[in-house]
């Protein structure tokens, strides 16, 4: 199965069905509807410099590795882990971003040479091997746009574990040349505003030249 980034962020990176159970546990169903707060951000980006968006100025960026490996493949990109207190690997009941790009990725998927078309099969195929309905998630129908530049499919989740306001946004894409490849997740507990999630994604910019080719970016405010 596919590594993917949010939740437990201190050993990890991505979020799977197998550890979101642990996640949903500790939330102890909280319930949605209190009002969203004025929202002040700053721009962080990665130490290369190739992953920049805008997150909530109290939230906390950690170092977090690129992470999306089948078979224990390993291979370089850029990667940017926030969020209201992920430094804590035990706290999973807290918003955040996992944004993942990667040349190496897009190449072993053979994206470059693709047709748009078959880029957009290959992507939603990768989507699907993330199967959240397992834990009772529903498909919800606020999807968010895709960052400009990427072409890819995005996906949304409503009700995780039964729990009203309990969402999970994925997007799988690749630039439009198919060169690089793109992997975001947002994680927004009950009474967060979804508006922040649209603007995290308007906010993220991709600079190919900057990704690095060797394991280990760091990130910086």
């Known amino acids: 199965m596919l590594g993917t980034a949010i939740a437990g962020a201190a050993a990890t990176a991505l979020i799977t069905p197998a550890r979101v159970d642990q996640l949903f546990a500790m939330l102890g169903g909280a319930t949605s509807g209190q009002s969203a707060p004025e929202v002040e951000f700053k721009t962080v980006t990665d130490t290369e410099g190739a992953v920049s968006l805008e997150i909530p100025a109290d939230w906390m960026v950690v170092d977090a590795p690129y992470d999306f490996a089948t078979s224990g493949i390993r291979e370089p990109g850029a990667s940017l882990l926030a969020g209201d207190g992920v430094g804590d690997g035990s706290d999973w009941g807290e918003p955040a971003i996992y944004v993942g790009a990667s040349t190496?990725?897009?190449?072993?998927?053979?994206?470059?040479?693709?047709?748009?078309?078959?880029?957009?099969?290959?992507?939603?195929?990768?989507?699907?091997?993330?199967?959240?309905?397992?834990?009772?998630?529903?498909?919800?129908?606020?999807?968010?746009?895709?960052?400009?530049?990427?072409?890819?499919?995005?996906?949304?989740?409503?009700?995780?574990?039964?729990?009203?306001?309990?969402?999970?946004?994925?997007?799988?894409?690749?630039?439009?040349?198919?060169?690089?490849?793109?992997?975001?997740?947002?994680?927004?507990?009950?009474?967060?505003?979804?508006?922040?999630?649209?603007?995290?994604?308007?906010?993220?910019?991709?600079?190919?030249?900057?990704?690095?080719?060797?394991?280990?970016?760091?990130?910086?405010?």
């Open 104 to 221: 190496a990725t897009a190449a072993r998927y053979g994206l470059p040479e693709a047709t748009p078309a078959e880029r957009t099969t290959a992507l939603g195929a990768l989507a699907e091997e993330l199967d959240w309905s397992i834990d009772q998630c529903l498909h919800a129908t606020d999807d968010l746009a895709l960052p400009t530049g990427f072409a890819g499919v995005s996906t949304s989740w409503d009700n995780c574990a039964q729990t009203d306001g309990m969402r999970l946004w994925e997007i799988y894409a690749s630039s439009e040349d198919g060169a690089v490849f793109l992997l975001v997740q947002i994680f927004l507990p009950p009474g967060t505003d979804a508006a922040l999630a649209h603007h995290l994604i308007e906010t993220l910019t991709v600079t190919r030249a900057e990704i690095p080719e060797s394991v280990g970016a760091s990130i910086s405010p």
